[in-house]
């Protein structure tokens, strides 16, 4: 029977930056376990996007602290994640949506963040490739950007291998051991493990995982489908979004076009079937907003989860109720671009007591004990 210190449910982007991180603070008797293969659920079917300007004041700040991460990813762990600043140009399509982005950069800016406020006007000269019938107003920020989420995902967990953490694939966790109320082990496909901590990491399966210790998890996983286009000549830095107008895209490294949107029809749970209802509306949509895409091919279409939270900010922190219990979920189909933040502040939690460079405590289950949260806008 093996023991380690700490074992992590989830071999996705959340669960490798953590164990990256513990083991960078020097704890490296720890596993992750995965059921399936790195990267094989939200992270690898995520747009890759890597965005600062939210509503929530503790998503910009967790968002801040990711970039600052993202900067020096390849020096940290060797790997080169095709990471690239071209910003983020969100477009307003209402004029409430514009006052709202308006309230938002005023609190941005409070941040510290650089991000500017543009008309349609400025839009337009900027990238007359785009039709802005319609847009209100623009904010971009330009030290937004966007990268390769598997890349980044094998960028961590191999980093953490190397520094002694170990990593198992194709194995599920079926169930923790909790004796009179503290975290002694794992019971899982490969046999038991005794542990000390637990993290549950496991995205869209986060509320089974919590069931496992009997804490009810208020998240809710949508499907969220996405499709990616032939290559075109790379002229487009930044990632689009509407938040009103439902949509985002960017153009990956080697051109091709990665887009998404929301479905306010989808019904929950873990779902990764495409559909060509989803392919029409998108193509449509999108053709008329950026119409040199029109005769453009789709080459590839793929969905995964949203794992929700009420708030649409993560749930971050050690449980009060199982001793050595801890989680990193709800990321409202954000959690790839809050990762390198949330690992290094959830592995500072658990070594050493607090997070030192962004303050989580805010995001831990009590907010949503009748109390009222602040729901964050910024999603598509």
Not at 44 to 57: F, L, P
Not at 213 to 223: A, D, K, M
Not at 287 to 307: D, M, Q, S
Not at 343 to 364: C, H, M, N, P, T
Request: charged share 25%; with cysteine.
């Amino acid at each position: 029977m093996k023991t380690y210190k700490i074992c992590i449910i989830g071999g996705g982007i959340v669960g490798s930056s953590i164990a990256y991180h513990l083991a960078k603070f020097g704890e490296k008797n720890v596993a992750v376990f995965e059921k399936n293969y790195i990267s094989s659920g939200a992270t690898g079917r995520c747009g890759g996007g890597i965005r600062q300007q939210w509503s929530a004041r503790m998503n910009v700040r967790l968002a801040m602290r990711s970039v600052k991460l993202f900067e020096r990813f390849k020096e940290d762990t060797g790997f080169d994640i095709e990471y690239k600043q071209g910003g983020y140009l969100l477009m307003a399509y209402s004029d409430d949506e514009a006052a709202r982005f308006e309230k938002n950069v005023k609190m941005q800016k409070e941040e510290g963040l650089e991000v500017e406020i543009l008309s349609p006007k400025m839009v337009k000269e900027r990238y007359p490739y785009i039709n802005t019938e319609g847009i209100v107003l623009a904010t971009f920020g330009p030290t937004d950007g966007h990268a390769n989420p598997h890349l980044a995902n094998f960028g961590y967990i191999f980093a953490a291998k190397r520094m002694g953490v170990d990593v198992y694939t194709h194995t599920e966790v079926e169930d923790i051991d909790v004796v009179n109320k503290k975290v002694v082990g794992i019971k899982t496909t490969a046999g038991y493990f005794k542990c000390e901590t637990v993290v549950n990491a496991a995205g869209g399966w986060s509320k089974e995982v919590g069931k496992m210790v009997g804490i009810e998890f208020p998240t809710t996983s949508y499907r969220h489908q996405v499709f990616v286009t032939e290559p075109l000549e790379d002229f487009f830095p930044f990632m689009a979004i509407s938040f009103d107008g439902n949509f985002y895209m960017r153009q990956t490294k080697h051109g091709q076009f990665i887009m998404g949107m929301g479905d306010p029809n989808e019904k929950p749970g873990v779902n990764r079937d495409v559909s060509f209802h989803f392919e029409k509306e998108m193509a449509k949509k999108m053709v008329k907003i950026f119409p040199f895409l029109e005769n453009t091919r789709i080459i590839r279409h793929w969905a995964g989860c949203y794992n929700m939270s009420p708030d649409a900010q993560p749930i971050i922190g050690c449980s009060k109720d199982v001793d050595g219990f801890c989680y990193a979920i709800g990321f409202s189909g954000h959690g790839f671009m809050l990762a390198p933040a949330v690992g290094e502040a959830i592995a500072q939690k658990i070594l050493f007591g607090r997070s030192e460079e962004v303050e989580i405590d805010y995001l831990d289950m009590d907010r949503f004990k009748g109390k009222k949260f602040e729901v964050e806008g910024n999603v598509v």
